[in-house]
């Protein structure tokens, strides 16, 4: 089947500084999967931060990026510069062509103190 | 606005009894999900639909049952809830192919 490694627990950074969260999949589909980063902020529900389907390719949302590679199997998340805003659980997650649901990391939260 | 709605936002349930989660959106999507979020296990996908009156399976279906009776409606039950369901359970919905997916806010059960 398929599955999701992220960066475990939690993360603790200085607002300016920059962030990343690693995120490596696997997946037994002879297709590239498509790649998600999902976030929660406090008291809400999970939200699309940024979506790559095409290998290679690199998406962008809110000052965050991450880079679909297939050879490393790779999607990391990355931040320059972070703000208290910030502070949230981040997702990074598998989906197939099929929208027959995602499969997700186990979520890393992100402190960011002044 | 296009929108998932999930109710309620919290339960509280006794163990044996009979919980019904409910999910609305109005997205106009055709596929529905069902997934339950631990500490320590991140989203697991427990069934999902991709047409009324139909329901599919995911990775964790065992002790839980699925209801479509329309495009916009969704159910999870729990026929007999247990101490192990305690979670947060989020609903999802998807125009399907490489779409992304749209969540709901959570409903936090609590099983005693």
């Known amino acids: 089947g398929d599955s999701v490694t992220q960066t475990e627990g939690q993360v603790t950074v200085s607002e300016s500084k920059s962030l990343i969260i690693n995120c490596t999949y696997s997946?037994?589909?002879?297709?590239?999967?498509?790649l998600f980063w999902y976030v929660r902020y406090p008291g809400e529900g999970l939200q699309l931060l940024l979506k790559?389907?095409?290998?290679?390719q690199k998406g962008s949302s809110r000052g965050f990026e991450a880079t679909y590679n297939k050879e490393t199997t790779s999607f990391h998340l990355q931040k320059a510069s972070v703000q208290e805003s910030d502070s949230a659980v981040y997702y990074c997650?598998?989906?197939?062509?099929?929208?027959?649901?995602?499969?997700f990391g186990l979520g890393t939260r992100v402190s960011v103190f002044p | 606005e296009a929108a998932v709605t999930q109710s309620p936002r919290s339960k509280v349930a006794v163990t044996g009894g009979k919980v019904t989660l409910s999910c609305h959106q109005t997205?106009?999507?055709?596929?529905m999900y069902w997934y339950r979020q631990d500490t320590g296990h991140g989203l697991r996908l427990i069934h999902y639909?991709?047409?009324?009156?139909?329901?599919e399976k995911g990775d964790i279906p065992d002790g839980y049952k699925a209801s479509r009776p329309s495009q916009e409606n969704f159910s999870l039950i729990l026929e007999l809830a247990s101490l192990s369901q305690t979670a947060v359970y989020f609903c999802?919905?998807?125009?399907?192919?490489?779409?992304?997916?749209?969540f709901g806010s959570g409903t936090r059960l609590l099983v005693i």
């Open positions: 999802a919905s998807s125009e399907g192919g490489r779409s992304d997916y749209t």
């Open positions: 997946t037994t589909s002879i297709a590239y999967p498509n």
């Open positions: 790559v389907i095409t290998a290679g």
């Open positions: 997650a598998l989906g197939d062509n099929y929208a027959q649901g995602l499969t």
């Open positions: 997205n106009n999507h055709d596929y």
């Open positions: 639909s991709y047409v009324a009156d139909s329901t």
